[in-house]
C-alpha cells in the first residue's frame, strides 16, 4: 500500500466522532468508543444545562453517568489511538510533531532508530551514527518512511512510563496488581509479586478475549438472524395489512356496484311507473278534450242559432238540437284517474358488519384437535378443539378472535354449534350434535382465514335398530292378533294400540308385549291413534265419516262426525294436536282441527288419480304414502306438492306398495314398504339411509310402524299378525 494511502487510513481511524478531527488525549468509554477528552467533557457540560444526569454514547446510544468531578479524566485512555497520533506526528504537521527521545533539547525528531527503538533529532542521528557500537543500527528518515516502516512503528515495544524507567520496554504482567510494568519496576515496585512475560499473559488473555468475542460474534449472528426475521415480519405485515385493505376495498366497491345495480333498477321501475301514470293521465285527458270538444261544437251551433233567432231555423233545428244536447249530456263522463300514491320505503338499512381485528394470533398456524378422534353418532354430542396460536407456533388468547364453524349437514343445512373458551387461553371448545347421519362438512375460519385443513368432511353414522322381541300370535283370542290394520304408541304411557278390522276391536299391550285390555268397536277400525290427551281415536270403515273417541280404559266418550270427511282411511295427530287423514273418497289429504270441527286444509296430489293411504306432519312437511302409486309424496305445510320419494321397484329407495309412515328421534323418515319384506330408512329430503330387513320380514309384510317416547321401533306385520319391537 502506499505510504501517502497508509497515512490517511491511519487518520481516519484515529478519528474522534465528536470534533471528526484527530484526536487528543483519548478516552474510552465502557463502550469501547474512544473520544478527546475535551468533546466528552463538552458533551456532558452540554448534558448538565439540560439538566440531565447521564449522557448516551454518540456511536452506539449507550447511556453512562456523568461523573461528579464533570469530566470524564478517570476513564482508561486508548493505546491503540495513542500510538496513532504517535505515528501520524510524523506526518501531518497539524498534529504536535514527535520530539527527540535522545537529548535534553526536546527537539523535533527526524528519523527513528529500530534497534534502540527512539526517535532522533538531527544531531543526536549524527552522534549516533558516529558511535562504533550504533553505526550499523536499522534507521529511517522520518521524510523517507515507507508503509512497512509505519506498521513497524505502530508495533514497537512500548516504553515504561516510571520516572528514571522510560528506556525499559514493558517486558513483565504483574499479575497481583494486573499491570504491565519493566524490569526496574519488578525490583523496585513489584519485589515478590507474581510476574509473567507481557507475550504470555497477552497470550493467555487473548483467548479470553478472543472466547467473549466468539460469542459476541456469535450473538450478531442471532441478532442479525432476529434482524431478518423481523424484516420479513414487517414485510409480511405490510402484505397482510395492504391485502386485507384491498379486501375491505373490493368489498366496499362491490356494495357500491350492488347499491348501483339496485338503484339502476329502482329507477327502471320508477321510469315504468312513471311512463305507465303518464299515460293513463294522457288517456284521460284526450277523453275530456274530446268531450269538451263536442260540448263546445253543439254550444257554439246552438247558440248561433239563438242569436239569430229566426223562427223558421228554430223550428227546423229544434228537434235536432235537442237530441244532440240530450246525447252530449247523458253520455258518460270520464272520471278522473287518481294515481296511486307512491312510496319509497327502506325495510332495513344498509348494515356493514365489518371490523379490523388486530391480533398476535396466526391462523396459518393455529390447528383443530380431535376432530377425528372418535366416532361420531347422529344425535350424539361431539365436540373438537381448536387452538389459536401467534407466528412462532406458540398457543395464545386474543379477547378480539373471531372464531367462525360452519358445519353443514348432507342436505345443506347449517348445523348448530357452540364455541366457548372459558379458560381464555387458546382453547376453543366446539360442540354440536348431528342431527342425521351421513357426510357433514366442516369449516373453520379464525378472523375470516380459513383454518389450515379446513375444510374437511366428517362422517356421522347413523344409530342402528337392534331387534329387541316380538309379542302377539296369530288369532282371535285376548293378546292374539288378526289381520292388524293400524298401530299407534301413547308418548305418556307407552301403551301400544293394535286396530283389527277383521274383529272389529282395538287391543291394548304394555310397552314390554304384554295384553291390557281390548276395546270393542261397533264397525272395522281402518286406523288409530292416540290424542295428546291419552285418549284412543279410531276411524271406522263404512261409518257415515264418524271418528269416535274412546278413553285407554276402553270407555266410549264420543263421536265426530264430520261433514268434510268422505271416506276415511288412516289418522295422524300431530304435535299441534291437529287430525291429520287421508280421505279415499276424494283421493285427500285433510287437516282437521284438534275437536275435529273445523276443516284446516284439504289438498291432494296434481296429477294423481291414486288415493293417499297414510300420512304423517313433520317440521312443516307432509309425507304421504301412496300404496298404489309406489311412492311417498311430500308436501309443504300449506299443501303445495314438492317432490316424491322413490318409484316401484325393489332397489334401495324403491317401493313395492309402501304402507305406514313414521319419522324417528333422528329425523329419518321410515317406510314401511310392505310388499318388499322390508322397512326403509330415508333423509327428510329423502335421500336413501339404510334398510331393515332379513331375517325379521323374511316372508312378511310390515305394514304399520310407530315410535315411543324412548325412541323404540314398533312394528305391524299386516300377514302374520304380530308385533316387532326394536330399540
Request: aromatic share 8%; hydrophobic share 30%.
Amino acid at each position: 500500500m502506499d505510504v501517502q494511502q497508509l497515512f490517511k487510513n491511519l487518520k481516519k481511524e484515529a478519528e474522534c466522532p465528536l470534533c471528526i478531527e484527530t484526536v487528543t488525549n483519548p478516552k474510552t468509554l465502557p463502550c469501547l468508543h474512544s473520544f478527546c477528552l475535551k468533546c466528552l467533557d463538552k458533551h456532558a457540560n452540554f448534558a448538565r444545562r439540560q439538566l440531565k444526569a447521564t449522557i448516551k454514547c454518540p456511536v452506539c446510544q449507550t447511556s453512562f453517568q456523568i461523573p461528579e468531578t464533570d469530566t470524564f479524566e478517570n476513564l482508561p485512555s486508548s493505546f491503540h489511538l495513542n500510538r496513532l497520533v504517535d505515528v501520524l506526528a510524523l506526518e501531518d504537521d497539524s498534529v504536535q510533531s514527535q520530539r527527540c527521545n535522545s537529548c535534553d533539547e526536546n527537539n523535533t525528531a527526524t528519523c527513528y532508530c529500530f534497534v534502540c527503538q527512539n526517535f532522533l533529532c538531527a544531531s543526536c542521528f549524527e552522534a549516533h551514527q558516529r558511535l562504533k557500537a550504533s553505526r550499523g543500527h536499522r534507521n529511517v528518515l522520518i521524510d523517507k518512511l515507507q508503509a512497512q516502516d509505519l506498521q513497524e512503528l505502530i508495533h514497537r515495544p512500548v516504553m515504561c512510563s516510571q520516572q528514571y524507567h522510560e528506556d525499559q520496554p514493558l517486558e513483565f504482567y504483574c499479575e497481583d496488581c494486573k499491570v504491565l510494568i519493566c524490569h526496574k519496576c519488578t525490583v523496585v515496585s513489584h519485589n515478590r509479586h507474581t510476574m509473567t512475560d507481557t507475550q504470555k499473559a497477552a497470550q493467555e488473555q487473548k483467548m479470553q478475549m478472543a472466547d467473549a468475542v466468539a460469542k459476541v460474534k456469535a450473538e450478531i449472528v442471532r441478532c442479525e438472524s432476529e434482524i431478518q426475521k423481523q424484516s420479513d415480519l414487517k414485510n409480511k405485515n405490510k402484505i397482510e395489512i395492504l391485502n386485507e385493505e384491498k379486501k375491505m376495498t373490493d368489498t366496499v366497491e362491490k356494495l357500491i356496484r350492488d347499491l348501483r345495480e339496485h338503484e339502476r333498477k329502482m329507477k327502471n321501475k320508477f321510469r315504468e311507473m312513471y311512463e305507465a301514470e303518464q299515460k293513463h293521465h294522457a288517456t284521460r285527458l284526450e277523453n275530456f278534450e274530446l268531450v269538451v270538444t263536442q260540448l263546445k261544437s253543439c254550444f257554439e251551433r246552438c247558440q248561433s242559432i239563438l242569436e239569430r233567432n229566426f223562427s223558421v231555423e228554430i223550428l227546423q233545428t229544434n228537434h235536432a238540437i235537442l237530441e244532440r244536447c240530450n246525447e252530449l249530456l247523458n253520455v258518460r263522463k270520464p272520471d278522473l284517474y287518481m294515481s296511486p300514491h307512491l312510496h319509497y320505503l327502506v325495510e332495513k338499512k344498509l348494515d356493514l358488519m365489518d371490523r379490523v381485528v388486530v391480533t398476535k394470533t396466526d391462523p396459518s398456524k393455529c390447528l383443530a384437535e380431535g376432530q377425528d378422534s372418535k366416532e361420531v353418532k347422529e344425535t350424539k354430542e361431539t365436540y373438537f378443539v381448536i387452538v389459536t396460536k401467534d407466528s412462532e407456533g406458540f398457543q395464545c388468547y386474543e379477547h378480539d378472535d373471531k372464531i367462525k364453524v360452519d358445519i353443514l349437514t348432507p342436505e345443506g343445512d347449517q348445523l348448530k354449534t357452540d364455541i366457548r373458551d372459558t379458560t381464555k387461553d387458546g382453547n376453543y371448545t366446539v360442540t354440536y350434535t348431528p342431527q342425521c347421519a351421513g357426510q357433514h362438512r366442516v369449516e373453520i375460519f379464525v378472523n375470516g382465514q380459513p383454518l389450515t385443513g379446513s375444510p374437511w368432511i366428517v362422517q356421522v353414522h347413523q344409530h342402528q335398530y337392534q331387534f329387541a322381541f316380538q309379542f302377539g300370535s296369530e288369532g282371535k283370542g285376548r293378546g292374539e292378533v288378526d289381520t292388524i290394520f293400524d298401530i299407534d304408541v301413547s308418548q305418556k304411557t307407552g301403551t301400544i294400540a293394535v286396530a283389527e278390522r277383521g274383529i272389529q276391536r282395538i287391543q291394548l299391550f304394555s310397552s314390554e308385549g304384554k295384553f291390557q285390555s281390548e276395546i270393542k268397536i261397533d264397525g272395522a277400525p281402518c286406523s288409530v291413534a292416540f290424542t295428546d290427551s291419552g285418549d284412543l281415536l279410531t276411524s271406522v270403515a263404512g261409518s257415515d265419516n264418524k271418528l269416535r273417541v274412546f278413553s285407554e280404559e276402553g270407555h266410549f266418550i264420543k263421536h265426530i262426525n264430520d261433514k268434510h270427511l268422505d271416506d276415511p282411511c288412516n289418522l295422524f295427530i300431530a304435535s299441534d294436536g291437529h287430525i291429520i287423514i287421508t280421505d279415499e273418497g276424494d283421493k285427500k289429504i285433510k287437516v282437521l282441527s284438534p275437536d275435529g270441527n273445523d276443516l284446516l286444509q284439504s289438498f291432494s296430489a296434481p296429477g294423481c288419480d291414486k288415493s293417499p293411504f297414510y300420512a304423517i306432519y313433520h317440521q312443516d312437511k307432509f309425507f304421504v304414502s301412496y300404496l298404489l302409486a309406489n311412492c311417498v309424496k311430500v308436501f309443504d305445510k300449506t299443501g303445495v306438492y314438492l317432490h316424491d320419494i322413490g318409484c316401484k321397484g325393489s332397489n334401495d329407495g324403491q317401493f313395492d306398495g309402501p304402507h305406514g309412515l313414521v319419522i324417528d328421534k333422528y329425523n329419518r323418515l321410515i317406510v314401511c314398504d310392505a310388499s318388499n319384506h322390508r322397512l326403509q330408512l330415508f333423509t327428510r329430503s329423502g335421500k336413501f339411509l339404510s334398510k331393515i330387513d332379513g331375517q325379521y320380514f323374511t316372508n312378511r309384510f310390515p305394514s304399520y310402524v310407530a315410535i315411543n317416547s324412548g325412541g323404540s321401533l314398533i312394528v305391524g306385520d299386516y300377514s302374520k299378525s304380530c308385533i316387532f319391537v326394536f330399540h
